[in-house]
């Protein structure tokens, strides 16, 4: 927790821990159907988004949710022209706890939805949980990995524990998906 605020991260990656392919998109083939529908429940129960400009959900509730934009180009904190329920912040500038006062919330589930310059950030700041989602069979060689830890060899669950999260059980679903919630106080039932 931090303050009133739960931390949740949501990942689907390719099975080489990557979240978009070589040219930076993320590809139709890490789009499944499970992990679609626990993901856009889990944002139904956010209080707020924390996303990268190329991150937005595009859901149909996506343009009522209060979010936080990422972004180096404003000092701090100021309101995202382009969306009433939004503020861009920059952290550099601005401490997390300002940027949900400007966004009027108070606590609650605060979804990080990416990418790695964000999933990178909150790993920092500290997550109480973290849901990874595997596509089966999908590979993309060259691509953009979850965190910027990753490095060469290094998945994205040995960043993940290396920063005190331990995993639960996996979960396969029906169209192959294995998800896993990672959680700062250990395995979850
Ligand atoms: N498979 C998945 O689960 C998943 C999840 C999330 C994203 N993705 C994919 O991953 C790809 C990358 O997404 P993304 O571009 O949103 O990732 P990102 O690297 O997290 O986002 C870049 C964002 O962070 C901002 N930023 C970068 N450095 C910053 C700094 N030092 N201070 C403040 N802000 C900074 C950038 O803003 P400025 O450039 O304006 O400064 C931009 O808005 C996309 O293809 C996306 O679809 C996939």
Known sequence: ?????????????SVDGMIADAAGAMPDSL???????????A?????????????YEWQANSPKRKRLVLTRSVGGLAPDPDNANAWLWNPAGASLENACAALG????????????????????????AFHLSLAPGVRLPGGVPVFREQGRGRAP????????????????MDDGVAMVEWTAGGETA
Not at 43 to 49: F, R, S, T
Not at 105 to 128: E, H, K, M, Q, R
Not at 157 to 172: C, E, H, K, Q, S
């Open 1 to 13: 927790m931090r303050g009133s605020f739960r931390i949740e991260g949501h990942a689907i990656t």
């Open 31 to 41: 789009k499944f159907p499970s992990d679609q529908k626990t993901y856009q429940q």
């Open 43 to 55: 944002l139904e129960q956010a209080a707020m988004i924390a996303n990268g400009r190329l991150s």
């Open 105 to 128: 919330v108070g606590g609650g589930t605060l979804a990080v939805i990416g990418g790695p310059f964000v999933f990178s950030l909150f790993l920092a700041i500290g997550y109480d």
């Open 157 to 172: 669950g040995d960043v993940l524990a290396a920063a005190g999260l331990r995993p639960g059980p996996t979960r396969v």
